[in-house]
């Protein structure tokens, strides 16, 4: 019987471990497509404007380019905090269910 506790603990830790890689992984990607597309639109903001160096600034830091950066960023940074804050919360939740139905099933 304590194996077979040991097995499930086991199986369990690996499970969580395995869920919260994942979830870092997409954040990751995540983290990779945002660099990617916004570094395109900006060479293809940036380089229409091509016609002097103060061009090139003007637009390199106008508000189409860094509002790009900025709004995506900001979902980013919110993605961010669900995958390293809330996933001890999802954890607890977790926990407490299966003590929960656990308990509903011994008294049945």
Not at 79 to 96: C, M, P, T
């Amino acid at each position: 019987m304590f194996d077979k506790m040991k097995t499930n603990n086991t199986d369990l830790t690996y499970l969580k471990a395995k869920n919260r890689v994942e979830k870092l992984k997409k954040f990751y990607n995540h983290l990779a497509v945002y660099i990617i597309i916004n570094s395109i639109i900006t060479a293809f903001k940036v380089f229409n404007s091509l016609g002097s160096w103060e061009s090139f600034t003007n637009e390199l830091f106008s508000f189409d380019v860094l509002s790009s950066w900025t709004v995506w960023g900001l979902v980013l940074v919110i993605h961010l905090i669900s995958v390293v804050f809330f996933q001890d919360w999802e954890e607890r939740k977790i926990e407490a269910y299966m003590k929960k139905e656990n308990e509903t099933k011994r008294w049945n």
